[in-house]
Nanobody, 116 residues
Framework: QVQLVESGGGLVQAGGSLRLSCVVS????????MAWYRQAPGIARELVAS???????NYADSVKGRFTISRDNAKSSLYLQMNTLKPEDTAVYYC??????????WGQGTQVTVSS
């Protein structure tokens, strides 16, 4: 069973940067789509960015130009570089695959807090 462990969150001032990492317990070479999601208090979980095995990426409009998603299949890892952070980026961030997300299977996430 695939397990995902997120890390790299923290407290940062507005305008700062953070790099989130996600380590997957199995190989991700066969996983076509991987993604980062986030959930802020009182708000439904939302898709932040996704990447396919060929490298194509998609981003939510709210993070375009500020966040960059990447993956390293050799290290079974997914990353999210977050620049120019805003208070509204404050949330718990999760990495996942769309299939696991569809059955509500999530890891513990990593908290990102952006102060104004």
């Amino acid at each position: 069973q695939v397990q995902l462990v997120e890390s790299g969150g923290g407290l940062v001032q507005a305008g700062g940067s953070l790099r989130l990492s996600c380590v997957v317990s199995g190989s991700i070479r066969s996983i076509n789509v991987m993604a980062w999601y986030r959930q802020a208090p009182g708000i439904a979980r939302e898709l932040v960015a996704s990447i396919v095995s060929g490298g194509s990426t998609n981003y939510a409009d709210s993070v375009k130009g500020r966040f960059t998603i990447s993956r390293d299949n050799a290290k079974s890892s997914l990353y999210l570089q977050m620049n120019t952070l805003k208070p509204e980026d404050t949330a718990v961030y999760y990495c996942n695959t769309p299939l696991r997300a569809a059955v509500n299977a999530w890891g513990q996430g990593t908290q990102v807090t952006v102060s104004s």
